[in-house]
C-alpha cells in the first residue's frame, strides 16, 4: 500500500483529495493547522484504518515517521479574503511551507505535487492564460501575499527539481467549485449562493463585466491525479475554459436558486480584480489526456445541493 501525505487535508480541495487517494487504494496521512479547513470535511474518514491525521502548520518543520510515496502540498488559505486577513501566513506556508515539504519529499525519497493558481498569472494581459505566459502580478498589492508566495512556489519547487533531481509536479488551479466550500469565505459562488437562498442582495464586485471560468471539483480532482501520475515536471493549467461575467453568473445562481426576494446589488470592485480569467488547457490535454466533463449546469445543480444544507 503507497502512501501519500496531503496537507491542508481539512480543506475544500484538500478532503476531496483524500477521499479520492482512499478510494483508490492509498494509505492517507492529511495535515491541517485548521485555521481555514474544517475536521467536518474529513470527519467521514477518521474511522478508516487507512486514514490518519496530524493537526500541524506545514511553516513549521513537518516530521512524518515511515515511508512517504507522495506529497501533495495544498495548505493555504486560499480565497481573497482569507488572504488578506491573513497575510504572514499565507506567505510562510507558500515558502516555509513549500520548503519544508520539498525538504520531506527529498528525504523520504517522494514525488510531491505542489498546489498553485491562475494567480500566478496576476491581471493577465493574455487571454486566455497559457503555461508559457509570465502574469501580471503587482507585488506589493492585496493579493501580492498569495501570487508571489506562489510564484515563490514554483521558483523553489523547480529548483529542487534542477538541483536535486526531485520528482516535482505543479498545477495551476483556475477556479474550482463544489460542495464543501466554505460559506463565508468570500468568493464569489458561496458568496452567491449564500445570499440567494436567504434573500438577499447578490454583491456584484464592480460592474460584473470581469470573467472567470469555474470547474466542478470532481473533475479538478482527476486532473491532479493524472498529473501526479504523469511524467510531466512543468506546470500546467487545470480548469474549465467555459467562461462566464461575474453578472451572467449571478443570473443563473438567481435562476437555479429561484428565491423571489434574491437580486443583483452592485458593490466596489476590489483592488487589482483580475478583468478576464480563462485557462488554456491544451497542454493538460495533450499530456494528461484530461479535460473536464461536468457542464457548469449540472456542477451547479450539484453545489445547490450542498448550499442548502451549509446555509442557515
Ligand atoms: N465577486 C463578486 N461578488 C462577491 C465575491 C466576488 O462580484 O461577493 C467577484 C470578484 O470581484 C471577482 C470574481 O467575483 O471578480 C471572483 O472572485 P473570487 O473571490 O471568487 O475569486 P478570484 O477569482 O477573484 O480569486
Not at 40 to 46: A, E, M, R, T, V
Not at 273 to 295: F, M, Q, T, Y
Given at each position: 500500500?503507497?502512501?501519500?501525505?496531503?496537507?491542508?487535508?481539512?480543506?475544500?480541495?484538500?478532503?476531496?483529495?483524500?477521499?479520492?487517494?482512499?478510494?483508490?487504494?492509498?494509505?492517507?496521512?492529511?495535515?491541517?493547522?485548521?485555521?481555514?479547513?474544517?475536521?467536518?470535511?474529513?470527519?467521514?474518514?477518521?474511522?478508516?484504518?487507512?486514514?490518519?491525521?496530524?493537526?500541524?502548520?506545514?511553516?513549521?518543520?513537518?516530521?512524518?515517521?515511515?515511508n512517504l510515496d507522495y506529497i501533495l502540498h495544498f495548505a493555504s488559505p486560499a480565497s481573497p479574503i482569507d488572504y488578506l486577513q491573513m497575510p504572514i501566513q499565507t506567505m510562510k506556508v507558500g515558502s516555509?511551507?513549500?520548503?519544508?515539504?520539498?525538504?520531506?519529499?527529498?528525504?523520504?525519497?517522494?514525488?510531491?505535487?505542489?498546489?498553485?493558481?491562475?494567480?500566478?498569472?496576476?491581471?493577465?494581459?493574455?487571454?486566455?492564460?497559457?503555461?508559457?505566459?509570465?502574469?501580471?502580478?503587482?507585488?506589493?498589492?492585496?493579493?501580492?501575499?498569495?501570487?508571489?508566495?506562489?510564484?515563490?512556489?514554483?521558483?523553489?519547487?523547480?529548483?529542487?527539481?534542477?538541483?536535486?533531481?526531485?520528482?516535482?509536479?505543479?498545477?495551476?488551479?483556475?477556479?474550482?467549485?463544489?460542495?464543501?466550500?466554505?460559506?463565508?469565505?468570500?468568493?464569489?459562488?458561496?458568496?452567491?449562493?449564500?445570499?440567494?437562498?436567504?434573500?438577499?442582495?447578490?454583491?456584484?464586485?464592480?460592474?460584473?463585466?470581469?470573467?472567470?471560468?469555474?470547474?466542478?471539483?470532481?473533475?479538478?480532482?482527476?486532473?491532479?491525479?493524472?498529473?501526479?501520475?504523469?511524467?510531466?515536471?512543468?506546470?500546467?493549467?487545470?480548469?474549465?475554459?467555459?467562461?462566464?461575467?461575474?453578472?451572467?453568473?449571478?443570473?443563473?445562481?438567481?435562476?437555479?436558486?429561484?428565491?423571489?426576494?434574491?437580486?443583483?446589488?452592485?458593490?466596489?470592485?476590489?483592488?487589482?480584480?483580475?478583468?478576464?480569467?480563462?485557462?488554456?488547457?491544451?497542454?493538460?490535454?495533450?499530456?494528461?489526456?484530461?479535460?473536464?466533463?461536468?457542464?457548469?449546469?449540472?456542477?451547479?445543480?450539484?453545489?445547490?445541493?450542498?448550499?442548502?444544507?451549509?446555509?442557515?
Open positions: 500500500m503507497k502512501t501519500v501525505l496531503i496537507t491542508g487535508a481539512a480543506g475544500f480541495l484538500g478532503s476531496h483529495l483524500c477521499d479520492k487517494f482512499i478510494r483508490e487504494g492509498f494509505r492517507v496521512i492529511g495535515m491541517d493547522n485548521l485555521i481555514t479547513g474544517s475536521l467536518d470535511n474529513i470527519k467521514h474518514l477518521f474511522p478508516l484504518k487507512e486514514f490518519e491525521y496530524y493537526h500541524h502548520d506545514v511553516s513549521k518543520f513537518v516530521h512524518v515517521p515511515g516555509l511551507g513549500t520548503h519544508n515539504l520539498l525538504g520531506l519529499a527529498k528525504a523520504k525519497k517522494a514525488r510531491i505535487l505542489v498546489a498553485s493558481t491562475s494567480e500566478v498569472y496576476g491581471d493577465p494581459l493574455v487571454h486566455p492564460q497559457k503555461e508559457d505566459y509570465w502574469g501580471n502580478v503587482n507585488p506589493i498589492g492585496p493579493r501580492g501575499v498569495y501570487d508571489e508566495a506562489k510564484r515563490f512556489q514554483e521558483a523553489l519547487t523547480m529548483a529542487y527539481h534542477n538541483f536535486h533531481g526531485l520528482e516535482t509536479r505543479i498545477v495551476r488551479i483556475f477556479n474550482t467549485y463544489g460542495p464543501r466550500m466554505r460559506v463565508n469565505d468570500g468568493r464569489v459562488l458561496p458568496a452567491f449562493f449564500s445570499q440567494a437562498i436567504r434573500g438577499e442582495g447578490l454583491t456584484i464586485f464592480g460592474d460584473g463585466l470581469q470573467t472567470r471560468s469555474f470547474c466542478y471539483v470532481e473533475d479538478l480532482v482527476e486532473g491532479i491525479y493524472s498529473l501526479l501520475f504523469s511524467d510531466y515536471h512543468l506546470p500546467v493549467n487545470i480548469g474549465n475554459p467555459d467562461e462566464i461575467s461575474i453578472n451572467d453568473f449571478g443570473k443563473e445562481i438567481l435562476d437555479l436558486v429561484a428565491n423571489p426576494k434574491a437580486r443583483l446589488i452592485y458593490k466596489p470592485l476590489p483592488v487589482d480584480d483580475p478583468k478576464k480569467r480563462r485557462p488554456d488547457i491544451s497542454l493538460a490535454k495533450k499530456v494528461l489526456g484530461w479535460e473536464p466533463k461536468i457542464n457548469r449546469a449540472e456542477g451547479l445543480r450539484r453545489t445547490f445541493e450542498y448550499f442548502k444544507e451549509a446555509v442557515s
